[in-house]
């Protein structure tokens, strides 16, 4: 048995059958919405490579997305919108996008594993597992398919937006974007909570 099985295998042993994974990418950017991810493999399933979104390279991410669309036994993918970062904090707003994909699973799950050490609001059993996208099959899942997408998204805004580079940071705050901001100002996918400081209205 893979180590990346252990938490699902301890799910299994206390009677759960149906575990999903749930992780989110783009809780920091600037810019952007929030997106969360919620992925059900096949128990025991081995996807060569599979791990932590951020320790892989945007090409292998990109080849594992299509892996574990096509292999998983359903997944889900949602977002929080900048302007509910704004209205409800980036945490709040990370719990959402979370509830969002397990409810937009085409199976239910009886038990979700979280990134993390603090709990979205489901009415279903969860266990939270820090670092989790290192160390459970579906939550490394989850964080592949949420970064992958969220990536993809800024790519598209890149295109609308082309002076903030959106292509080159995917929203977060480099040297290049803070740049761009000052000579620009904020354009309309700019999480404005997060700019107060720049602003000096924070």
Known sequence: MSE?????????????????????????????????????LPRDLEIEGLNDSKKLTEKRREAL???????????????????????????????????????????????????????????LPIKTIIKGDSLSANIAAASILAKVTRDRLMLEHDKTYPQYAFALHKGYGTKVHYEALREHGPCPIHRMSFLKKFYGNG
């Open 4 to 40: 990346l099985w252990k938490y699902e295998h301890i799910c299994y042993d206390e009677g759960f059958q149906t575990i999903c994974g749930v992780d989110e990418a783009g809780r920091g950017p600037l810019a952007g919405p929030v997106c969360a991810a919620a992925v059900i």
């Open 65 to 123: 997305y299509e892996v574990i669309t096509q292999e998983a036994l359903a997944y889900s993918i949602a977002f929080a919108s900048e302007q509910e970062i704004d209205e409800i904090n980036i945490l709040q707003a990370t719990f959402l996008a979370m509830k969002r994909a397990v409810e937009g699973l085409e199976i239910t799950p009886d038990m979700v594993l979280v990134d993390g050490n603090r709990e979205p609001q489901l009415s």
